[in-house]
């Protein structure tokens, strides 16, 4: 039996562990700046691939393996994304790939998730939420690093019934050097590039695959995961 009493005091030991290691990051960004009278909280260094990542927007993701049938700006929430309509080449699998590229160098995530949820029941007039769980997979680092270890992604995979359909929905934030759906790890990721006077450059990812109507999200893992692969190998090759 599961003891919640237990589960609980070892996720907040696990928060208050994280909350001090930010704290101490912030502490030690904080000392120079205080010396010399430059805050580097008001001033980041900058995005190296703003650009490229602007660009996403605008044209979308060209992904290998993959046809674009669709590509347009869509307002979702605060936020411009990128909803691309993709086919898989020889095969009548098709999906929705949601990119929502850092906008600049203020830009954090922040919510994205729920900003989704909306757009889904406002395009669909319905938007419920099943078979939630964590997901797990690994990309072949691009070219450009030196280091060959496979790169670990972390993300949300559950189901999406809606009136007119029902979706597999894959969800995280792709960075250089992985992923994760949680807004807060990017944000110690960032704070410690920062330290080294670097950025961690993020994209949202939300990928929407059609399946039958109320079927178990399961059987469609084995093309989120390929699409998932496909997507962040991309990101990090040629955006991030």
């Not at 001090?20 to 960004?29: E, F, N, Q, S, Y």
């Not at 120079?32 to 260094?45: A, D, M, R």
């Not at 809606?162 to 250089?176: D, I, R």
Request: proline share 7%; hydrophobic share 40%; net charge neutral.
């Amino acid at each position: 039996m599961i003891s919640f009493s237990k589960f609980f005091k070892e996720n907040q030991l696990s928060q208050v562990a994280a909350l001090l290691l930010l704290l101490l990051l912030l502490a030690i960004g904080g000392v120079p700046g205080y010396l010399t009278g430059h805050w580097q909280w008001k001033q980041p260094p900058p995005v190296t691939t703003l650009k490229e990542l602007k660009q996403i927007r605008h044209a979308g993701l060209a992904l290998p393996g993959w046809q674009t049938i669709e590509q347009a700006e869509q307002q979702i929430g605060e936020h411009k994304w990128s909803l691309q309509v993709i086919k898989k080449e020889g095969s009548e699998s098709q999906a929705i790939l949601l990119l929502l590229p850092q906008n600049g160098p203020m830009d954090q995530p922040e919510v994205e998730w729920t900003d989704v949820n909306g757009w889904g029941r406002s395009r669909w007039g319905k938007w419920d939420i099943a078979q939630y769980r964590s997901a797990e997979f690994t990309v072949k680092p691009p070219a450009k690093l030196t280091s060959k270890v496979e790169i670990k992604v972390e993300a949300r995979f559950f189901r999406a019934v809606t009136p007119q359909q029902t979706f597999a929905v894959l969800q995280w934030y792709a960075m250089p050097d992985g992923g994760t759906p949680s807004p807060f790890h990017w944000f110690l990721a960032d704070q410690l590039a920062q330290w080294r006077k670097q950025r961690t450059p993020w994209v949202g990812v939300s990928i929407l695959i059609p399946i039958e109507p109320l079927g178990q999200v399961e059987t469609s893992w084995t093309l989120a995961q390929s699409i998932g692969e496909t997507v962040q190998a991309k990101l990090m090759a040629d955006s991030l």
